[in-house]
């Protein structure tokens, strides 16, 4: 087990929370290597060994140390980065560049020319203009690049509407009006400079249906038709997206298979009525990679009663360090960590320490009794946490701390202060 209780305080993959929170300080990240492999594993077994031709492409965003890639890295898997910044921490460890796929809707020019000199695998394109500019700095370099289209189906997934990407009211992707993504296609084929493959789409985040991946494809799968018989082209690749949903507080979640099964059986069913090679398939799993392999450690501070109103329990860390409960009204599960078997004896709200009144990290929560200095456990903060992070208030970004089955080690050091003033000048 992942998590466990042992004389009453919280072990995660075998590790004394309470002890590694004395040791590292708080707050602070812990992983868990053991389950992220785990879930590159049942990925293997439904998609990867079960399918021909098809590759897992981690989308670097849901957390993005250089630890992180290299096991990416050694389970042989690819990635997905958004910014330079995420590709200059794949290059930085030599992540094999054909396996690295580039996504975002308004990549610099800077970002693209290092992207085409590292040679990375794919440039996902997500607006008209971007074709011009990359056929311009492959003309200047002299190099070509493949490349796919992220088209918007049109289909409304049933997540916060701040994560639901497949809508056509979006900022992600290209609409599918046959006057604009025909010619699209059509320039990207005769390009002297680029490769193009074929199509991306992406239907939103945390979903717990297959429906609108089910959608999407029929859509997706019909556009490929289309360009076979209105531009004798066959694509040659198709992206799924991710969007595979996870555990925060008591969601049913679902195995990758009920996602993969019916969207790979729909997709060999086609393209064998359509008498042409299936094309590579790629998906892009972040969330459901690291979300649950991730608790955060704070230690309990200020405990504020107001009588017949609500007591407010206090932790060192906050907005700065998971700011998806004030952004996205994210709900999460949480323990006392050196008292986890407890019985809960009263209803708290567990708040940081920045000068904002959302910062709300759990609110309405049972717990046993809460005292100054005690460890506070909240569960499925890999994902958003750390990449989200801020110096909001001068507060420093926590350490990260990967776990396997009792070994634990330091892969993202504390900021310090100093860190924090590096990059900024005192004018004389």
Do not use: W
Request: charged share 25%; glycine share 10%.
């Amino acid at each position: 087990m992942i998590k466990e209780v042992k004389n009453g305080v919280l072990y995660f993959d075998g590790c004394n929370t309470v002890e590694l929170a004395k040791e590292y300080g708080t707050p602070l990240y812990l992983m868990s290597e053991s389950d992220i492999v785990g879930q590159f594993t049942q990925l293997k077994d439904c998609f990867l060994s079960k399918y021909t031709n098809t590759r897992v492409a981690y989308a670097a965003k849901a957390f993005s140390p250089m630890a992180m890639f290299a096991i990416c890295q050694r389970e042989g898997m690819c990635i997905d980065v958004v910014s330079g910044g995420e590709l200059y921490t794949a290059m930085k460890i030599g992540f094999p560049a054909e396996r690295i796929e580039f996504n975002g809707n308004n990549k610099l020019p800077c970002e693209l020319e290092a992207a085409i000199d590292y040679g990375i695998g794919r440039i996902i394109i997500d607006g008209l203009q971007e074709l011009a500019l990359i056929e311009r700095i492959c003309r200047e370099k002299g190099k070509k690049v493949q490349v796919l289209y992220r088209v918007t189906p049109g289909v409304k997934s049933d997540s916060h509407d701040y994560i639901v990407t497949g809508k056509k009211d979006s900022k992600f992707g290209i609409p599918l009006d046959e006057d604009v993504i025909f010619p699209a296609v059509e320039a990207a084929i005769a390009s002297d400079y680029v490769d193009f493959l074929g199509f991306h789409f992406h239907v939103g985040s945390q979903l717990h249906d297959n429906g609108s991946h089910l959608q999407a494809l029929d859509i997706i799968l019909n556009l490929v038709k289309q360009v076979k018989e209105h531009l004798g082209y066959d694509v040659t690749e198709l992206n799924l997206g991710g969007g595979f949903g996870v555990v925060y507080t008591d969601e049913n979640r679902k195995p990758y298979s009920y996602f993969m099964t019916p969207m790979m059986e729909k997709i060999e069913g086609f393209f064998t009525d359509l008498g042409v090679v299936r094309p590579a398939i790629v998906i892009e799993p972040g969330r459901s990679i690291v979300a649950e392999a991730g608790i955060s450690l704070y230690t309990i501070g200020s405990i504020k009663d107001i009588r017949g109103v609500r007591k407010y329990v206090s932790v060192d860390g906050g907005m700065t360090d998971n700011i998806r409960p004030a952004l996205y009204q994210a709900q999460y599960r949480g323990v006392i960590a050196n008292k986890a078997d407890a019985e809960p004896t009263e209803t708290v709200t567990i708040c940081g320490k920045c000068c904002e009144s959302g910062d709300v990290l759990i609110r309405d929560i049972g717990l046993p009794e809460a005292e100054a200095g005690d460890t506070f456990a909240i569960f499925s903060t890999g994902a958003y946490g750390l990449t989200m992070a801020s110096n909001y208030n001068k507060n420093p970004i926590p350490a990260v701390v990967l776990l396997k089955e009792g070994s634990h080690k330091l892969i993202v050091r504390r900021q310090s202060y100093e860190d924090m003033l590096a990059c900024e000048v005192l004018p004389e």
